[in-house]
Nanobody
Framework: VQLQASGGGRVQPGGSLRLSCVAS????????IGWFRQAPGKEREGVPC????????YYADSVKGRFAISGDNAKNTVYLQMNSLKPEDTAVYYC?????????????????????WGQGTQVTVSS
């Protein structure tokens, strides 16, 4: 199981970025994918998750209305569209997969629920 996150970068406040998470050696059809972020000195926190089985999503309150998670099972890829970015969104972003698909049950933002993690991609929001 491998996950490859990409798409990070530096952007000004109010800008947008789209992150991608490509899965290999397994298919996403029946699992959940979550995006997490970790800022320096802070704990890793769940941002959104998506159940690949039926498209159920959950978002952290801090990103509702600004971020959107979506999946393309044919490409084995999950995207995180981030709009109206704020300096406090600055962090290393990780994608992870939960083989038990707990996103469907409202547990998709919990680090402990995830089984495999990709490497992070840095997002910096700064003027």
């Amino acid at each position: 199981v491998q996950l490859q996150a990409s798409g990070g970068g530096r952007v000004q406040p109010g800008g947008s970025l789209r992150l991608s998470c490509v899965a290999s050696e397994f298919t996403l059809d029946y699992f959940a994918i979550g995006w997490f972020r970790q800022a320096p000195g802070k704990e890793r926190e769940g941002v959104p998750c998506i159940s690949s089985r039926d498209g159920i999503t959950y978002y952290a309150d801090s990103v509702k209305g600004r971020f959107a998670i979506s999946g393309d099972n044919a490409k084995n890829t999950v995207y995180l569209q981030m709009n109206s970015l704020k300096p406090e969104d600055t962090a290393v972003y990780y994608c992870a997969t939960d083989l038990s698909d707990n996103c469907r049950y409202g547990l998709g933002l919990e680090v402990i629920e995830y089984d495999y993690w990709g490497q992070g991609t840095q997002v910096t929001v700064s003027s």
